[in-house]
């Protein structure tokens, strides 16, 4: 299995900002590696700096538990089996849209992390990213 690149993480925040400025949505983009650490992260001009730290944990969370969170938030509803799960890990699990696990030949390898605008227009612009590994 071939390693997150600084390269790489460079390609996916192009394409999800260029997603972004399709949609007119300024976001902040963040990619982890395997390990759960930053590689890079982007506030577009006009995102909220109040989603720079939600946008890295989307990406870590989607890495963490190696699913997409907008699918991690259906299981932690009362009554499914990951209720509670957003109060773990020193409250940084996300359960709402906007992180995706990122693969490569099968493997997740890291997780791309999107926050600034709704739960749509967070998921597509990460959608974008991740399509670019």
Do not use: Y
Not at 65 to 90: E, R, V
């Amino acid at each position: 299995m071939s390693a997150l690149t600084l390269a790489d993480a460079r390609r996916l925040i192009a394409a999800a900002e260029a997603r972004a400025n399709e949609i007119g949505q300024p976001e902040n983009i963040a990619v982890v590696d395997q390990g759960g650490n930053l590689v890079a992260h982007v506030r577009m001009d006009g995102a909220w700096i109040g989603s720079v730290d939600i946008s890295i944990n989307k990406a870590w969370t989607a890495r963490a538990f190696d699913i997409a969170t907008k699918d991690l938030a259906g299981n932690a509803q009362p009554g499914q089996p990951f209720f509670g799960i957003h109060t773990t890990n020193g409250g940084r699990v996300i359960i709402f849209a906007g992180g995706i696990p990122l693969l490569r030949d099968g493997k997740v390898i890291g997780g791309i992390g999107v926050s600034g605008g709704d739960d749509n227009q967070d998921q597509t612009v990460a959608e974008a990213g991740a399509a670019a590994l």
